[in-house]
């Protein structure tokens, strides 16, 4: 058995950022699906926000305005005192990163530059042209090297450990050599990411499955706001990988099939730069009433832009133009359709990335602090990832250091059962000779979600998705993995992914039908309207031996009250 006083499970920006903090307090060690630099951080475009001051129309910029927009921006179901820490924050751990090497494009003057982003006031997207994320993910890569940091590679982490109300640490599946592993700790930190994969369309990388909130919540801490999915209004038709809305802060437009920008129709002032719940609705409206292109997509223009701004700005987004849709962005539009792009909703936890299970803790694109609440705004995830990182790893490590103090030398007896518990059910899923086909199963998933849970969603849609979500549940006891070998057994690792995302599934689908309003990314057409004397809380999804449990938790208010949202 390995024992670290910390354990982060995740080694995206959220778990690295997390582990350098949390190492101040004791032995660290990271276990990750793929090698740290990669995870799906690196694959961001277009930002982070921090309220620099240091575009030329961004001089008013304050904390305060970047919080009112992220407030606004998420439908008012974000917890204001979590959005103000963030923002208040976000300037240190912006200059944090400059500061450890993080090669951010400048301004005339050698300052961060900064671009518009959606539902932002001010220019506050602080950015490195179009790969923000992986120069951010490579810095902190460096310095977990310098810090010689544990981490254990290509581990799955199949199930937590628990002991007495709390946790102790993880069972994980070594996927180079098929054995299952244990690791004690006095703490664990989640920093899995997000759950992309469970939508056909998406933005995100192959391993985004979710798994961690699904552990998360089979262990007992409950998921918070699973219903707010986010579709991001502009990725690639076809392949759906993204196109930064950084290309629209520097300027594109948004077209549809008669040329004109329809952005005007629906958000008049804001245009292509209204948050992206607004942009995507009003972009499957253009399709649906048959302004789209071949009824299927819409076109981003960036050539009044110029060759140079978009070589120096968007070199990224061209290239894959270029190689994924056979377009060169500085003579001719991208076609885009909106797909499925991040999750606000995760495990519950509190601005230190507290959950209600002791000894466990969560930050990142897995978390519901909540600062995103019902929308998130662009450039507002790496932000997070972050914030909460550094203040989880922080509240983590303490909480080890007490508790090592307190029990010395004590090695949970937990760990022995859990470990053979996963022995069994891999060996059991190994062994099973059922007539479906797990890859199969994965697809029907995710294209139901796509068609029933997605932009806009009605009771009769939803209440069929929850029906057939349970009835793959009932497949997936039914399925036949084809490749029985221990060695490198991704099969197996795929069909481990499934089991999580059905249940993941189901808690989204359940929020969804149970919110008979329409507020952010959760449109329901046959209740267009917000309705904050019955839903203005959050909903938690509770995982318990008879199933799925629906409660709600209620949203803090500090000084914004909620009003209408136009843009
Ligand atoms: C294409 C794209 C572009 C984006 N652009 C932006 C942007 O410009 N600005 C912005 O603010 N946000 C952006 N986002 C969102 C943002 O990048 C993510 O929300 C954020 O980076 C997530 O970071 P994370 O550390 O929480 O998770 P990730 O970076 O996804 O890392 C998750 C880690 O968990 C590990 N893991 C997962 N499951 C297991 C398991 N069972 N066992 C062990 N390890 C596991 C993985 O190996 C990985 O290391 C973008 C997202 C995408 C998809």
């Known amino acids: 058995m390995f024992y670290h006083s910390v354990l982060v ?69 974000a917890d204001q005192d979590a959005v103000e820490i963030m923002c208040r924050e976000a300037p240190e751990r912006v200059f944090e990163m400059e500061h450890w090497g993080t090669p951010f494009s400048r301004t005339a003057e050698g300052k961060i530059a900064q671009r518009p982003f959606g539902g932002g006031g001010f220019p506050r997207t602080c950015y490195a042209a179009d790969e923000t994320g992986h120069v951010l993910l490579h810095t902190l890569y460096e310095q977990a090297i310098k810090a010689r940091l544990t981490v254990y590679e290509e581990r799955q982490v199949l199930s937590l450990v628990i002991e007495d109300g709390a946790c102790r640490g993880v069972i994980a599946l070594n996927i180079v050599t098929g054995e299952v592993e244990a690791f004690a700790a006095e703490s664990v930190i989640m920093a899995t990411g997000g759950y992309g994969r469970l939508y056909s369309r998406t933005t995100n990388s192959l391993i985004n499955s979710g798994l961690g909130m699904a552990l998360a919540y089979w262990a007992g801490a409950p998921l918070k706001d699973m219903e707010f999915v986010q579709f991001h209004p502009t990725t690639l038709y076809g392949t759906n990988i993204l196109i930064t809305e950084g290309a629209r802060g520097e300027g594109a437009y948004l077209l549809n099939n008669r040329g004109e920008r329809f952005m005007k129709d629906y958000a008049p002032e804001a245009m292509e730069l209204a948050p992206r719940d607004i942009v995507a609705r009003a972009m499957e409206t253009e399709i649906e009433q048959g302004r789209g292109l071949y009824d299927a997509y819409l076109l981003l223009d960036m050539r009044h832009l110029g060759k140079e701004r978009i070589l120096e700005r968007l070199p990224t987004i061209r290239d894959i133009a270029i190689n994924f849709a056979g377009v060169d962005p500085v003579s001719e539009p991208i076609p885009i359709q909106p797909g499925q792009h991040y999750s606000m909703g995760g495990i519950d936890c509190d601005a230190r990335g507290q959950t209600p299970l002791p000894g466990l803790y969560a930050a990142g694109e897995c978390a519901c602090v909540s600062v995103h609440g019902a929308n998130r705004l662009g450039g507002n995830s790496l932000l997070e990832t972050l914030a909460f990182g550094q203040r989880a790893g922080e509240a983590a490590g303490r909480y080890a250091q007490d508790r090592g103090k307190r029990n010395p030398g004590d090695t949970p007896l937990a760990h022995g059962v859990a470990l053979k518990a996963a022995e069994e059910k891999l060996d059991g899923l190994i062994k099973w000779e059922g007539r479906e ?40 006891q039914q399925t036949s993995i084809r490749y029985k070998g221990k060695t490198y057994n991704l099969d197996l690792a795929r069909t481990l992914e499934l089991e999580g995302m059905l249940d993941l599934a189901e808690a989204i689908v359940a929020g969804a039908l149970k919110r008979e309003e329409s507020r952010g990314s959760h449109f329901r057409r046959d209740f267009p309207q917000r309705d904050d004397a019955r839903f203005l809380h959050h909903t938690l999804a509770r995982y318990t031996p008879q199933g799925l449990a629906l409660g709600e938790k209620d949203v803090t208010i500090t000084r914004w009250p909620p009003e209408a949202r136009r843009y």
């Open 437 to 476: 086909n797990p890859h199969g199963l994965r697809q029907e998933l995710t294209e139901l979600m796509m068609d029933k849970v997605g932009i806009f969603r009605n009771k009769e849609d939803l209440s069929q998705a929850l029906a057939q979500v349970g009835a793959l549940k009932v497949r997936f």
């Open 9 to 77: 499970i995740g080694g995206g920006l959220a778990g690295l950022r997390a582990t350098l903090e949390a190492r101040r307090f004791g032995d660290v060690a990271v276990l990750s699906l793929v090698p740290p630099f990669r995870s799906h951080s690196g694959a961001a475009q277009g930002g982070i926000n921090a309220a620099l001051g240091n575009h030329p129309e961004g001089k008013d910029d304050s904390w305060e305005r970047h919080a009112f927009d992220t407030v606004k921006g998420s439908d008012y179901l």
